[in-house]
C-alpha cells in the first residue's frame, strides 16, 4: 500500500500488488523490472511513471484497477488489463496483450504478437501493429488511430457479443480475418464519428453476424476477398465499397 517509487522495484516471483484502501495519488520516477513468469499488478490508487520512469522485463505488467499513466521508457513484454483506466504515453507494448475490462489508451506506435479483446475499451491515437493474431470476443476498439492486423495475422471475431467500434477508429485486415460460428452478433459502430473498415486480405463470415453501426458512420472497404460461406439467414453489411471480390455462397449478405 502506497508505494512511491524513487529507486528500483524488482518482481522475480509471484506478484507484487500495488494497492490504495482510498483514492491516494503515487508518483514513480525510479525503474520497474519483472521478471519471466512473474507479476507486477497496479490494483487501486493513481499512479503516474514520470518521464524518468522505466520499465523493463518479459513479466506480466497487469492493471485491475485505479489509473495509470505511463509516461517513461522501456516496453511492456505481457500486459494483462482487467480493470481501472490506463495511458501508455511512451512506454511500448509488444509480445501479448489481454483485456478483459477497464479503459487502456495508446499514444505510441506499437506491434503486438497476439491481442486478446473480451470486454472493456482498447483506445489508440496512433497505429497498432498485430502480427499474429487478433481475438476479439467484446470489448471496444476507440481512439482516432488505426488497428492494422498484418498479412501474418488471423483475426476471430467471435461470440455472442458485440464487437464495437468507438469514435474514429480504423480497423484494417491484412491478413485472414474470419466471423466464426460462435460470433452470432458481429461488429457495431455506436458512437458519433466516421470508423472504417478495412478489408485487403481475406474476411469470411461464417455466421449470419451484421456489420452495422448506429450514431456516426461506418465505411468499409474492401480490396480484398470477402465471402458470406455460412448461415441461411441475413448478413448485413453497412457502407461498403468493393473494388476487390464479394462471394455469397450461403444465405443472403445484404449491402
Not at 164 to 185: K, W
Amino acid at each position: 500500500h502506497g508505494l512511491n517509487n524513487t529507486g528500483t522495484v524488482t518482481v522475480n516471483s509471484g506478484t507484487l500488488q500495488l494497492a490504495d484502501g482510498g483514492t491516494g495519488s503515487y508518483t514513480h520516477s525510479g525503474a520497474f523490472s519483472v521478471a519471466t513468469g512473474a507479476t507486477l499488478d497496479f490494483n487501486s490508487g493513481t499512479h503516474t511513471l514520470t518521464a524518468a520512469s522505466s520499465y523493463a522485463g518479459a513479466g506480466t505488467l497487469s492493471i485491475s484497477g485505479g489509473a495509470v499513466t505511463a509516461n517513461g521508457t522501456g516496453t511492456v513484454t505481457q500486459l494483462n488489463m482487467s480493470g481501472g483506466t490506463a495511458v501508455f504515453s511512451t512506454i511500448g507494448l509488444t509480445n501479448t496483450l489481454t483485456q478483459s475490462g477497464g479503459t487502456l489508451s495508446t499514444n505510441n506506435a506499437n506491434t503486438l504478437g497476439t491481442v486478446t479483446l473480451s470486454g472493456g475499451t482498447l483506445n489508440g491515437t496512433a497505429n497498432t501493429t498485430i502480427n499474429t493474431a487478433f481475438n476479439w470476443s467484446g470489448g471496444t476498439l476507440g481512439g482516432s488511430g488505426t488497428f492494422t492486423a498484418a498479412a501474418t495475422a488471423t483475426t476471430t471475431l467471435s461470440s455472442g457479443s458485440w464487437k464495437y467500434l468507438g469514435d474514429t477508429v480504423t480497423l484494417t485486415n491484412n491478413g485472414t480475418m474470419v466471423t466464426d460460428a460462435t460470433g452470432t452478433t458481429g461488429i457495431y459502430a455506436y458512437n458519433a464519428g466516421a470508423k472504417t473498415i478495412n478489408n485487403a486480405g481475406t474476411w469470411d463470415i461464417q455466421t449470419d453476424a451484421d456489420t452495422t453501426y448506429y450514431l456516426g458512420t461506418l465505411t468499409i472497404n474492401n480490396s480484398g476477398s470477402l465471402t458470406k460461406s455460412a448461415g441461411t439467414a441475413v448478413s448485413i453489411l453497412h457502407g461498403l465499397n468493393n473494388t476487390g471480390t464479394v462471394t455469397v455462397n450461403s444465405g443472403t449478405l445484404q449491402l
